[in-house]
Every structure is written in C-alpha cells, then in structure tokens.
C-alpha cells in the first residue's frame, strides 16, 4: 500500500484494498409504463363494455333523483295546493316507485364495480408477486395483502362516490331545469363553483396527504424500534441522541399534518360554496322567484334537489375523492413503479434469480462498508476537536486496527461509526447509507461488557429477534472461546449472575452476543482488554473470519498483537493520522514505533489476576442494547483502560 499523504488540518485515511463487486444487472424486460394517471385511464379503457353497464345502471338511479324533486314539485302545484289530493298522492307514489327502481339499479351497480375492481386487484397481485419473487425484492411482498386489499377497497368506494355524484348531478340539474330555468340559474352557479375549488385542492392536497402518510409511517418506524429497546438505550447512553430523533420524526409529522389542515379548509369551503350556498341562495332570492313565474312547488322541489340530493353527492365526493384518493395514489406508487412490467423468465445467470449468485459487473463496485468524509467532531461547542476534518474508507471484508495514545480519540471513532455520536462536519456512511439509516448493520463491542440477569442463552441471543437454535449457540461459543465458561456455568440454559462473572467473562459473553448478530459491521473498542493474549487472538480471529456479506472489523487494539493480525492499522495522532500495514507503519510512522516499544515493554500481569479487575462487576457496566453496544455515556466519563496516564487532553478517546 503507497504511503498515505498527510495534511495540516487533518488526513484522508484510504485503503486502497479493492471493494467486492456484487451488484447485477438490471432485470430485462421492464420498461417505463408512463405515470399513474395515464397507466390508470389505460386500465380503464380497456373495460369499456364494464363501464357501459355501470353507466347503464346508474342512469336508474338518475331516474330516481329525477323524480325526488320534479314528483314533490308536481304532488304540491297539481295536486295539494289546488285541493287535488289524488293527483298529489300519484305524484307521490311515482316518486317513490322510483326510489325502489333505483335501489334496484344500485344493486346492479355493485356487482359493475365488482367487475371494474377485481381486475385491478389480481393485476396488482401479480405485480407484487413478480417483483418480490422474480426480482428478489422481499420487501414488495410485504404489500401482498394489506396494501392490495387497502387499494382494492378504496379503488371500489372512489368508482361508487365519483360515479354516484355524476349521474345525482346529471339527474338534479335537468330536474331543476324542467322545474323553471330560474332555478337552475340559482344553484348551478355555486355548485360549480365549490367543484371548481375542490378539484384545484386535488393535486396539492394528494402531495400534502402522501407526505403525512410517509411522516407517520417514519414515526411509527422509529418509536417501534425505540419502544423495544429502552432499557439498551439508557446503557448505552443514547438518550439524547434517541430523543432528538425522535422529536424531529414528531415534528416532521406535525408540520405534515398542519399543511395537509391547511389545504383541508379550503376543501371545508368548496364543501360550503357547492352545497350550503345554493340552499342560502333559493331562501334568499325566493319572493324574486315566485314573481318572475316560479311556482311554490317548484321552490320546493328545488330545495329537494338541493338537500336530499347534491348536498349528500357532494359531500361524498370531496370526503372520499378528497381523503380516499391520495391514499390510493401513494399505495398505487408503491404498489406499481415505473417499471412495471413483468420480466421475463430468467434465461442467463445475469438474470437476477433468487438464491443464485450473480456475475460481478466489472465497471461496478459496491458501496463501501464503512465511509467517513472530512469528519470533524469536538465535545461541547467551544472544546478542541477531538476528530478534524479525517476522510476514511473502509472495504468490505477489511480487518482495520485503530491505534494511538490514550485520549486521543479512538473511542471517539468508535461512537461516530456507530451513530451514538453526530459529527459536527462530514458524513458517515455505511454500506452506502447514512448511518442513521444503518444502526442494524453494526454492532458496537465496548470495553466494560453488558451482560444481564437471565439465562446464557438468552444474554447470547439478545440481539437477534428469534431464539437462537443452541447447536449455533454452541457453534459461537466454540469459535469466539466461550465454552468452557457455558460448561462451567452449566449450559446455554443456565442462570447468569452477573456480580459473579469477572470483567472477562463478561466480555466472553458479550463478544459472543456480537459474533452471533446479524450485523456484518463489528465494532471492538478495547472489547477484549480484561482477556489473556491468547484469548484476545482467537475472539479476534473468529470475527475476522466469519462470513457476513460485506463484513467487515474494526479493533481498537489494546496490545501490539491486535496491530499485527489487522490488514490495516489507523495511527491516530491528532493532525498527524496516518494509515498502512504493520510494517510499512514501522517504518514512515515515528509515533506508531513508539507504541509498539511500548507495548513491548509492558510488564507481564500477576498469574492471579489476568482481568486486572475484582470478580465482582461494578455499578458503572452499561449496556449492549439490540444492535448497539456501549458503556456509559460517551465522552461524559473517563473510560477504564483508556486515559491511563491521566494526561490532560481536552476530551475523552
């Protein structure tokens, strides 16, 4: 590896190690279907003939709106109000053999929507079946009943509340029309008009409904992770860290929600101006009416149409339409991007088959597992950085060994790799991702070891969200040199106590919880300092080689050992970072030939005590919550095994 260039103000850290290639190709075969709205007018022409018969149907209940108002009309001017009873109770009976016909149509109505809905349902579950199993996504399957069915039904109520206040309008306003043409001049107006808002507020109001949906699912992510693992998150210090999350995730949804009420009062008023207004407006200008040839029956009528029909329409139509739709329209997103289109079945190795592994892509790398770019970090606003401005990238599959005086950062390091810590400038990526979005994809090993009341197994499994089968168990135990601690203590099923257990026994235990994580990123931050060397090297050693996609170790080394078995090793020297192997180290690196004489010079320990601490374990342990593993609070109290010589450095390694 050349040697690594160093600057004034800090130091890029690269490893010129060669990140694996594992992405693939594209699924062939997809293709851009065009957006939501025209795959969804397509799907619509397609079923003409269904939609004839919809129509047909419902020109049944346009009958019946018809008569609701013209046959009240008729019963008053032709019949009650001259003294013709018999004509008024006709006109009655006609108006409500027309509420029967029409109850009659609306049957025939569900079973159009019926065959207008399943279809889409069936192609949605095809769509989500091809890209959950031929494309390999898992995620899409998660959408299979839930989402579909949530699409199904809310696809049904907007084609029974679109449709209903069409044909309700058609019918009420050729009623008003035959009634007197006044009429029609008096709420026709308004009822545009409320329309006409409604429909500006459709688009804005769908952006504004989907952020809110996204705002609160993202809270409901976050609180279900939170939630499980509070006690974790109090030993592993993160309690403010956890709490600001979390209330910018509230935030973040109460804004959402505060703009989508916003555009909801403007839908409240269309909702006014299309349906309360007209009523207003027939009241107000009826003495008018009544002397430009309007009968009383007519008024009447009209209002009819007004309150038992339009309103009830309209009402519909903006509840459902309004909220309903742009619920449809982020589950349809979700449901069908833009290629959409089934690929083909798989007929070369490139083709993206589960289980099978696909040729690497030369000209394409993945990202690596872990990055950090011009990461500068001080505690407190007016403290010295402890971190200024180091670029560091990780491949996958590295084994990296972090070196340097006490206090000078390296536990620093740690806490920032794995999100306990925000950087004051930079970015931490992991795998890619921002590392808040990572937190399952590491695990954090501190130097003061969890380990709680409960069963073996369960302090070993307490990181994975099943019970661990006990031959993996004892597989780790074996692999991480456990097991003659699980014999002693009587198996996988035996009680723990941990004021029993030394400082390496529960770093034993602790660091076989890790191994057995799904994490690929392990983190050791002096995790094997209460351990004998040649403990240490087989724990080491086991996490190094066992197979994790992408895996990769980061060791803060506590003895010279450590240094020798990494491929990598990071002197840490404040403004002097420098970054190598072993032996190129020993020779451009002044400080790090320091360290590894003074290591080599370090008296061997007492045959008694080769924990250099009591049995008993201590009030300060903190915990290894599920994915995270760390002691107290960090950069708030000085690490044991860490600032030994008491030096003044502004802040905690």
Request: aromatic content about 4%.
């Amino acid at each position: 590896m050349p040697d690594e260039a160093t600057r004034p103000t800090g130091t890029h850290a690269r490893s010129d190690a060669p990140a694996e290639s594992t992405q693939a190709t594209p699924p062939t075969g997809a293709h851009h279907s065009g957006t939501l709205p025209h795959r969804g007018l397509r799907f619509l022409l397609a079923r003409r003939p269904v939609l004839i018969r919809l129509a047909a149907w419902s020109v049944l209940e346009t009958g019946q709106t018809f008569l609701v108002g013209y046959g009240l009309a008729r019963a008053l001017d032709a019949g009650f109000l001259v003294g013709r009873s018999a004509v008024g109770l006709g006109w009655l009976g006609l108006a409500g053999i027309g509420v029967v016909v029409g109850a009659f149509g609306t049957g025939r109505v569900y079973r159009g929507v019926a065959d207008l809905v399943e279809p889409l349902r069936d192609r949605l579950v095809e769509r989500v079946v091809v890209r959950g199993v031929r494309e390999g996504n898992g995620g899409a399957l998660s959408g299979l009943t839930q989402q579909v069915e949530l699409a199904r039904d809310t696809f049904a109520g907007l084609v029974m509340v679109s449709r209903s206040f069409l044909f309700t309008a058609v019918g009420a306003l050729a009623g008003l029309c035959s009634l007197d043409p006044l009429l029609l001049l008096v709420v026709a107006p308004p009822l545009l008009a409320g329309i006409s808002l409604f429909a500006a507020t459709l688009r804005p109001l769908a952006r504004r409904q989907e952020t809110f949906l996204l705002a609160d699912e993202a809270l409901a992510d976050g609180l279900g992770t939170v939630c499980p693992g509070l006690r974790d998150i109090t030993a592993a210090g993160a309690e403010e860290q956890v709490a600001a999350d979390t209330a910018r995730l509230v935030d973040t949804e109460f804004r959402a929600a505060r703009s989508l009420a916003r555009w909801g009062v403007l839908r409240v008023a269309a909702l006014a101006i299309g349906g309360q207004v007209p009523i207003v407006l027939l009241l107000a200008t009826a003495p008018w009416l009544l002397g430009h040839g309007v009968t009383p029956g007519g008024l009447v009528g009209a209002l009819a149409y007004v309150t038992q029909s339009l309103l009830p329409a309209l009402q519909n139509l903006v509840h459902g339409l309004g909220t309903s739709g742009s619920r449809l329209t982020v589950v349809l997103r979700r449901l069908t991007p833009t290629s959409t289109a089934p690929p083909p079945m798989p007929t070369s190795p490139a083709a993206p088959v589960p289980h099978l592994t696909t040729p690497p892509v030369p000209h394409l790398t993945t990202p690596p597992a872990l990055t950090l770019t011009s990461v500068t970090f001080a505690y407190g606003t007016g403290g010295d950085p402890v971190l200024r401005d180091l670029t560091l990238a990780l491949p996958r599959g590295a084994h990296l060994a972090v070196v340097g005086p006490s206090g000078i950062g390296k536990s620093t390091l740690t806490a920032l790799a794995a999100g306990l810590l925000p950087p004051g400038h930079g970015t931490i990526r992991m795998y890619g991702r921002p590392v808040s979005e990572t937190l399952a994809q590491r695990v954090l090993i501190p130097q003061e070891a969890y380990v709680f009341s409960g069963t073996l197994a369960e302090n070993l499994g307490h990181l994975r969200p099943e019970p661990v089968p006990e031959a993996e168990l004892l597989a780790a135990a074996e692999a991480v040199g456990l097991t003659a601690l699980l014999k002693s203590l009587g198996g996988p099923g035996a009680p723990v106590d941990p004021s029993a257990l030394s400082a390496g026994e529960r770093q034993l235990i602790a660091l076989t919880r890790a191994y057995l994580s799904h994490a690929p990123l392990a983190l050791l931050d002096e995790a094997t300092c209460h351990l004998d060397p040649e403990a240490e090297e087989r724990a080491e050693r086991a996490f190094a080689a066992r197979e994790r996609p992408g895996g990769a170790l980061v060791v803060v080394a506590h003895r010279i050992s450590s240094a020798r078995r990494a491929g990598r090793v990071l002197v840490m020297d404040g403004r002097e970072t420098a970054l190598g192997t072993h032996d190129d180290l020993l020779r451009r690196s002044p400080l790090y030939r320091d360290l590894v004489g003074s290591w080599s010079s370090e008296p061997a320990l007492a045959l008694g005590d080769t924990d250099r601490v009591d049995a008993v374990a201590g009030s300060g342990l903190a915990g290894d919550g599920r994915h995270v593993v760390a002691h107290r609070p960090v950069g708030q109290v000085q690490v044991p095994g860490d600032l030994r010589d008491g030096s003044p450095f502004g802040s905690q390694g």
